[in-house]
C-alpha cells in the first residue's frame, strides 16, 4: 500500500555543502541571538516577487488567519467567486488546490525557500493553485489557541473548494507537516461514530497530505537520533525539543496533536486516514533527526493499510527537497518526485 522510492547517492556537492553546514553551526549557534518572538496572531506576509515570480500571489483571511493563494500568471486571468468567502480567488483552469503549511520549528513563518518551493509547485502543476497559509506562532501562541482556529479555516477552505470543484491536498515541512497531519486527524474525527464532543456531520477529507520530513514525536526520544545528531547538518534534537515543547503549551509533547504517531486510540490518526481513503505521501532524510520518526509513521500507515508513495534518501538533510535552486542535484530530483506525485 506504501510505495518506497529509495535513494543513497549522494553527488560531491551537496557532502560539501553539508560538511560546511555541520562545521560552521556550533560557530553560528554561538554568535547568534533569538530574534523577538512574533505577536499573538497569523502574521501578515509580503514575500519578495521575485520569491513567487511566474505566479499571481492574493491575500485573503479565513477565520483570523491570512492564506496566500498562488496561480500560474496564465492561469489567473479569469477570477470566480466562491459563496463560502468573496476573496476566494480561482479559476476555471483550476481544479487542484494544495493547502501548505510551512515549518519553521513552529516559530517562524514561510522563508524564501518555502515561497520558491511552493511557487515552483503552482507554475508546473497543471491546473493547480497553491494556498500557503500563515498559521499563529510560538511562542506567544501555542498548539491549544490556535486548534480552533485551524479548525474553523479547514472547514470554511474545504467549503470553497468544494463549491469551485476543486481537489485538495493538505501539505507541509517539518512543524509544517505536523500540523497538518495532526490537524487531519482532529477534523477526521469530527461526526465520526463515536464523537460525542460535536453534533456535526463528518467534515470533507482532503484527496491526499505531502508530508516533507515531518515532526511527528515532539519527545525526540528515539533512539535512532543520537547517531544521526552527529552527522544532521541543520537540527539540534534539545534545541528541537524545547521548540515543540513551547508549541505544545499545555498540552504536552505527548499529545496526539502535537505527536501524532504516538497515538494508539481507537480512533488515531492513520487509522481515520485509512477510513477515509486519505492517500499519505512523504520524503524523509537520512541525515536528518527527524527521520526515524518520520519511518515510523511510514511504518505505521503500511501496516493499517493506507495508500502513498514516500521517498526516503539516505545521507541527505533536512528539508533538502525545498534547496532547489541552490542547484544541488538531489534537492532538484527530490523537487521533481514531489510534482510528479502530486501531478
Known amino acids: 500500500s506504501i510505495q518506497i522510492t529509495h535513494r543513497s547517492d549522494r553527488s560531491l556537492a551537496t557532502h560539501i555543502i553539508h560538511t560546511s553546514l555541520r562545521t560552521y553551526r556550533p ?95 503552482a507554475h508546473e502543476l497543471p491546473r ?28 470554511r477552505a474545504m467549503a470553497d473548494a468544494e463549491a469551485n470543484g476543486e481537489r485538495v491536498i493538505w501539505a507541509g515541512d517539518s512543524s509544517g507537516g505536523n500540523i497538518v497531519l495532526a490537524l487531519v486527524g482532529e477534523v477526521l474525527r469530527v461526526g465520526r461514530k463515536g464523537d460525542t464532543k460535536t453534533a456535526k456531520r463528518p467534515l470533507p477529507a482532503p484527496a491526499a497530505l505531502m508530508l516533507i520530513c515531518p515532526s511527528v514525536d515532539a519527545k525526540r526520544n528515539n533512539p535512532e537520533i543520537a547517531r544521526i545528531q552527529k552527522v544532521d547538518p541543520v537540527l539540534d534534537a534539545e534545541e528541537s525539543q524545547r521548540h515543540a515543547a513551547e ?30 481513503g486519505v492517500h499519505v505521501h512523504g520524503v524523509t532524510a537520512g541525515h536528518d533527526i527527524l527521520g526515524p520518526d518520520g519511518i515510523k509513521l511510514r511504518n505505521k500507515l503500511a501496516k493499517e493499510g493506507v495508500e502513498g508513495k514516500w521517498l526516503e534518501w539516505d545521507k541527505m538533510m533536512h528539508c533538502f527537497s525545498l534547496a532547489w535552486f541552490y542547484g544541488l542535484p538531489e534537492s532538484k530530483e527530490a523537487l521533481q518526485w514531489i510534482k510528479d506525485v502530486l501531478r
Not at 58 to 67: S, W
Not at 128 to 151: D, F, K, M, N, Q
Open 247 to 276: 508549541w505544545a503549551g499545555e498540552w504536552g509533547l505527548e499529545d496526539e496533536r502535537v505527536s501524532p504517531v504516538l497515538s494508539d486510540k481507537e480512533d488515531h490518526v492513520v487509522k481515520l486516514l485509512r477510513e477515509r
Open 128 to 155: 493547480t493553485a497553491v494556498s500557503v497559509i500563515s498559521v499563529p506562532l510560538a511562542p506567544r501562541e501555542t498548539a491549544p489557541t490556535v486548534y480552533p482556529r485551524l479548525l474553523a479555516l479547514y472547514e
Open 27 to 121: 560557530i553560528g549557534q554561538a554568535f547568534s541571538r533569538p530574534g523577538s518572538p512574533y505577536p499573538p496572531g497569523s502574521p501578515r506576509l509580503s514575500p519578495s516577487a521575485s520569491w513567487t515570480a511566474g505566479c499571481k500571489l492574493t491575500e485573503r483571511h479565513i477565520e483570523g488567519i491570512y492564506v496566500y493563494d498562488l496561480v500560474r500568471s496564465d492561469d489567473a486571468t479569469e477570477d470566480k467567486t466562491s459563496p463560502a468567502d468573496t476573496s476566494h480567488h480561482t479559476s476555471p483552469l483550476i481544479d487542484r488546490r494544495i493547502y501548505f503549511i510551512a515549518g519553521g520549528s513552529w516559530r517562524q513563518p514561510p522563508t524564501k525557500e518555502h515561497w520558491k518551493f511552493v511557487s515552483k509547485l
